[in-house]
Every structure is written in structure tokens, then in C-alpha cells.
């Protein structure tokens, strides 16, 4: 069976960092693309950050760009984003997902991990 | 202010067939191809449609999706109440280098 588990959310003053991982098993981790999403609460989806299988390719929303840093560990199956320099907006549930293709859509969801950034 | 637009809700009753529109630009929804997601709440959201009209495994034949120009539409024909959720589009956008996310439609089975 297919399963994403985010970990490492909580609560960071604002200009601290957290680390955040996804760890997934029941494919081939390595075969494909995976991405970070966020959601604030009671608000709609923001896509966060995208990477290639060897991590070629990583793109990253504007609105985090020069703070988070998507990675990833093929030999332990696992997806990070560094988060950097948090701020209260960051505040959200982030989810990681299996890119289907390129772009093709985002087919496998972890239950998200929430972070709190507030003094 | 989001890129993608939808309509904050709409409704219907069991049976009935409904759409939800996604509104975006030359560079998301008009040059590639558009996905849809479900949230049911307190979950998280899954894949309803991707490449604009195709159904992942297991998704009901009652979602269908469509585009023409820089709009698309999902709809669900055959209302049923487990179908009470928000669903979001979602597009890459060639200029942003971003994916980017409609609002949300709340769904609401009457």
C-alpha cells in the first residue's frame, strides 16, 4: 500500500526554522517526482515547492523562495523542506504528494503536518 | 488574490447535475492542462481529475472535465451527498514557473 507521512511540524517563534520530512513507502521513491503543499487554515492550497526524481529540476513558489529548500534521500525514501527565516503567514498544514508525470497532477497525499509560527 | 478563480460555492440537490468553473490565463489553464482535486473535510485532498479530463483509478464516472480557452469545468452529474466537499483547480503557470491552486468551491448537497 502506498503511504506518505509527514513529520516535524510545531510551533517556531517567527524567524526560526523547522525541518520537515516526508517519508513514503509502497513505490519506487526514486521514479518520481514529489512536491510540498501548504494549506492556511480555512483557506484554499498553495503549492510550496516541486523536485525531479535526482533532483535535477526544483522549483519553488515565490513566496518561499530564498527561505525553504526542498531535498530528498532516495536511499531512505524520504522528501525534506527546510524552512528558514519563518514568518506568521508560513502557518498552514503542509502536505507532500507523489507528482503523477511531469505535471500530470498530484495522485498520493500524506495527512500533512501543521506549523505554528508565532512569538 | 488568486491566479486560478472559482466560485466560492454552489449547490444542488441529489441527482441533479452540477459544474464548477476555473477561471485562470493565456499562461495556465490556456496553455496546458488543468487538474481537479476533492477535500472532503477534515482530509486531505485527492486527485479527481488530472490532464483536464481523466479520472485516476477508482474516481466515479459522474466527474467529467473540460477546457476551452482559458477556462475549464468539472462536473458532477448525479449529485450524491458523500460528494459534499471543496473541490479545487489547479494548473501550471508557464510564466510563474508555478503550480498554482484555484480558491476552493464548497460543494453543497441540498
Known amino acids: 500500500q502506498v503511504h506518505l507521512v509527514e513529520s516535524g511540524g510545531g510551533l517556531v517563534k517567527p524567524g526560526g526554522s523547522l525541518r520537515l520530512s516526508c517519508e513514503v513507502s509502497?513505490?519506487?521513491?526514486?521514479?518520481?517526482?514529489m512536491t510540498w503543499i501548504r494549506q492556511t487554515p480555512g483557506k484554499g492550497l498553495e503549492w510550496v515547492s516541486y523536485?525531479?526524481?535526482?533532483?535535477?529540476?526544483?522549483y519553488y513558489a515565490e513566496s518561499v523562495k530564498g527561505r525553504f529548500t526542498i531535498s530528498r534521500d532516495n536511499a531512505k525514501n524520504s522528501l525534506y523542506l527546510q524552512m528558514n527565516s519563518l514568518r506568521a503567514e508560513d502557518t498552514a498544514v503542509y502536505y507532500c504528494?507523489?507528482?503523477?508525470?511531469?505535471?500530470?497532477?498530484?495522485?498520493?497525499w500524506g495527512q500533512g503536518t501543521a506549523v505554528t509560527v508565532s512569538s | 488574490q488568486s491566479i486560478l478563480t472559482q466560485p466560492p460555492s454552489v449547490s444542488g440537490t441529489p441527482g441533479q447535475r452540477v459544474t464548477i468553473s476555473c477561471s485562470g490565463g493565456?499562461?495556465?489553464?490556456?496553455?496546458?492542462?488543468v487538474n481537479w482535486y476533492q477535500q472532503l473535510p477534515g482530509t486531505a485532498p485527492k486527485l479527481l481529475l488530472y490532464?483536464?479530463?481523466q479520472r485516476p483509478s477508482g474516481v466515479p464516472d459522474r466527474f467529467s472535465g473540460s477546457k476551452s480557452g482559458t477556462s475549464a469545468s468539472l462536473a458532477i452529474s448525479g449529485l450524491q451527498s458523500e460528494d459534499e466537499a471543496d473541490y479545487h483547480c489547479?494548473?501550471?503557470?508557464?510564466?510563474?514557473?508555478?503550480?498554482?491552486f484555484g480558491p476552493g468551491t464548497k460543494v453543497t448537497v441540498l
Open positions: 504528494a507523489r507528482v503523477m508525470g511531469v505535471l500530470d497532477g498530484f495522485d498520493i
Open positions: 509502497g513505490f519506487i521513491f526514486s521514479d518520481w517526482y
Open positions: 523536485i525531479t526524481s535526482r533532483s535535477e529540476i526544483i
Open positions: 493565456r499562461s495556465n489553464v490556456g496553455s496546458g492542462t
Open positions: 490532464s483536464t479530463n
Open positions: 489547479a494548473a501550471w503557470d508557464d510564466s510563474l514557473n508555478a503550480y498554482v
